[in-house]
């Protein structure tokens, strides 16, 4: 029997084999398909319930099978795992098509929709209905027979393409490796990273060191190597991923990609696919995206400007350096940073030992939200180094089943990401708890030390576990509307939020432990922890910017002139560019989250959620970090509300205003 056809609660990992994905997939269609036309020819009347609810309710057996197979196509895949991708992507793309482009369907949806106003629905079931509604008309149900083909035939050609782009981006990754067995090639390195590298060299039957580039072996050698034709080697070799003369060039993939978007967002009406895509956010214009991220320019770059100089002037008094290039960035960023603040990271890190971390995070989550986190061993994983734990709240009620997959392996994708594989909804008067998970790639521990966190890594750990409480504390009736399914330039406060927490002496107290001796870490190092978070904030600003405005001009203007990719890109970044041009380079080639991910016509979210949580965070400031009754107000409505109502009367209702971006700035120290 399919694992995957039975009915299980918890994912059933170590029973499925990669053969079981396609049948299972098949027939999961064909019973959401049943499920469709039961609503279709429903011979009475349309209402919200036969309708609207039943619609909502579909392919539930559908979206866990998907779930489990699309999350493991990123933290565990094979090559048999990509290949079933590329074949089941079109089937998927087709099924939603079948859905949006069904007219009977559509006409049922339209029937409920047209009355609206006479159903007093409560907020939920009136955002529900129009979501519904919007989801059919975004998708073409309003066109015309022959232009529902010509959006279909996008719709599928796109999904392959993105597919195609992550897995050149992957291969490029995975293809290069940097061997090296002379000791004074790793002149720089910290113990941690020589050890971590002699340890993959070993794994590989190697002499020396090897250096790859996943993150975790590739920053610390930017950062840290004193060889800079080395770093210079590597960055370039990095920077090129996809922009090179071979299989896995992206350049086709990236014109046909913005093309295609471009057509598609015309044919339904707007006028490019950024005016598409930003009708449903947040900031609901490209005009308003583009203004608020010149504004933030404007602020930033003086300072940005004074830091890129300040940097210019400390590489060439200590090492003559002439001209600082993009290989230089971090290297001598950190070393001016240690300098001015005599803060190492190396020298933090032994406080920062990753189950202390966890231990940390889940107090501060116990201490806002009355959570309880219990580590199991009864629950099916994918790796012997996932994490599951029990989650419940301070009755013992359950609240949520939590995934948790720290390391670096061969089939996982680079960067840190929270996924879910159960969502939440109440069904049948049942609150039907979700399953949640976050995966990060923080270095192993080696033979004779744990794993040591940078005060990156940290921070990166409390930003995905702020989207997991997203998930977890979400309480609402609709599954389509919960957890993190709410807009993108909302989706990311509940994670930047949390990272405010990582600052704080309050906070840091309670995790931040000194593995050998127990010791707290010292105040000295949490005031330069805090003073160091603003620096080179211009240049960071500027850099954050720099993508969103890349994103922007891909997606808010007609691509059709567009031939050189390169030339398109140097365009993008003339305002925000502060390193010379790397020829051999180029960003989009490589920019997963737009080209794969679901950031296009997105990436300012980042920053705009960063206004949002620099408000947010000024109020338990105000209040005290701790303080139950803000956490209480921001679990009401933020956490559990999901996409219940638009993003602004929530954050209004828990904030009492509007957000501005002071806080912001102060923090960043712009101001």
């Not at 089941?88 to 006409?107: A, M, Q």
């Not at 990236?254 to 967002?265: D, E, G, Q, S, T």
């Not at 390391?407 to 909804?425: E, L």
């Not at 209004?652 to 971006?661: I, L, V, Y």
Request: hydrophobic residues 35%; aromatic residues 12%; glycine residues 4%.
């Amino acid at each position: 029997m399919n694992p995957l056809l039975q009915d299980f609660t918890t994912a059933p990992f170590s029973k499925i084999s990669s053969s079981d994905y396609k049948p299972a997939i098949k027939k999961a269609i064909e019973l959401a398909k049943e499920e469709i036309n039961n609503i279709v020819t429903n011979t009475e009347k349309p209402t919200f319930t036969n309708t609207t609810v039943a619609l909502d309710f579909t392919g539930e057996k559908l979206n866990r099978i998907t779930s489990i197979f699309f999350n493991l196509n990123s933290a565990e895949t094979t090559d048999e795992i990509q290949k079933i991708a590329q074949e089941i992507s079109p089937w998927l793309s087709e099924f939603r098509n079948d859905i949006t482009l069904n007219n009977k369907l559509f006409l049922r949806v339209k029937s409920v929709f047209d009355t609206i106003d006479d159903l007093k629905l409560t907020p939920e079931e009136r955002m529900l209905l129009e979501k519904q509604y919007k989801g059919f008309a975004r998708n073409g149900a309003n066109l015309n027979e022959e232009d529902k083909t010509e959006l279909r035939k996008i719709d599928a050609e796109l999904s392959k393409l993105s597919l195609k782009f992550g897995e050149n981006v992957l291969a490029e990754t995975n293809a290069f490796e940097l061997h090296l067995t002379e000791e004074k090639d790793v002149s720089g390195l910290p113990e941690s990273a020589k050890e971590a590298a002699q340890q993959l060299a070993k794994e590989k039957g190697k002499e020396g060191y090897v250096f790859t580039l996943d993150y975790p072996s590739y920053i610390p050698f930017m950062t840290y190597a004193d060889n800079r034709e080395l770093r210079k080697k590597f960055s370039i070799i990095a920077g090129k991923k996809g922009f090179q003369n071979n299989e896995f060039n992206n350049e086709e993939i990236v014109l046909n990609i913005v093309k295609l978007r471009h057509k598609r967002a015309n044919l339904l009406g707007f006028k490019t696919h950024a005016h598409f895509v930003l009708e449903e956010r947040m900031a609901e214009t490209p005009e308003k995206v583009i203004a608020f991220s010149n504004d933030l320019l404007q602020k930033a770059k003086p300072a940005a400007l004074r830091e890129f100089k300040n940097l210019e002037n400390y590489a060439k008094k200590l090492d003559g350096i002439k001209a600082l290039e993009k290989w230089d960035a971090s290297y001598y960023s950190e070393k001016l940073k240690k300098e001015i603040f005599d803060l190492d990271q190396e020298v933090l890190k032994p406080y920062f030992k990753l189950e202390n971390v966890i231990n940390g995070v889940f107090t501060i989550a116990t201490k806002l939200f009355g959570l309880q986190f219990k580590e199991i061993s009864t629950v099916d994983k994918y790796h012997e180094d996932v994490k599951t734990y029990d989650v419940t709240d301070d009755n013992g009620n359950s609240v949520a089943l939590f995934y948790a997959d720290f390391h670096p392996r061969k089939g996982k994708r680079n960067g840190a990401w929270m996924t879910s594989y159960r969502p939440q909804q109440i069904k049948n008067g049942v609150n039907e708890r979700p399953h949640v998970s976050i995966v990060c790639n923080f270095t192993k521990p080696t033979a004779t030390k744990p794993s040591l966190l940078t005060f990156n890594e940290v921070t990166t750990l409390f930003h995905e576990f702020g989207h997991a409480l997203h998930g977890m504390l979400a309480n609402t009736t609709y599954n389509s509307l919960s957890g993190t399914s709410v807009s993108w330039d909302f989706v990311e406060l509940p994670s930047q939020v949390l990272e405010n927490w990582c600052f704080e002496k309050e906070a840091l107290e309670l995790f931040a432990k000194h593995y050998k001796t127990n010791e707290v870490i010292p105040m000295k190092y949490i005031e330069k922890i805090k003073e160091s978070a603003s620096f080179h904030e211009g240049m960071q600003t500027l850099r954050q910017l720099s993508f969103g405005l890349l994103d922007m001009k891909w997606h808010s203007e007609n691509p059709s002139e567009i031939t050189s990719i390169k030339d398109f890109e140097n365009i993008a970044f003339a305002d925000t560019k502060l390193y010379p041009d790397v020829a051999e380079n180029c960003m989009s080639t490589s920019f997963s989250h737009i080209f794969q991910g679901g950031y296009s016509s997105g990436y300012y979210s980042y920053k705009w959620a960063e206004v949002l949580d620099a408000d947010a965070f000024e109020y338990f400031l105000e209040k005290g970090i701790f303080n139950t009754e803000v956490a209480s107000k921001f679990k009401e409505h933020v956490l559990s509300k999901g996409g219940t109502e638009k993003p602004m009367i929530l954050y209004k209702r828990f904030r009492g205003k509007e957000p501005k971006p002071d806080a912001l700035l102060k923090r960043a120290g712009l101001l």
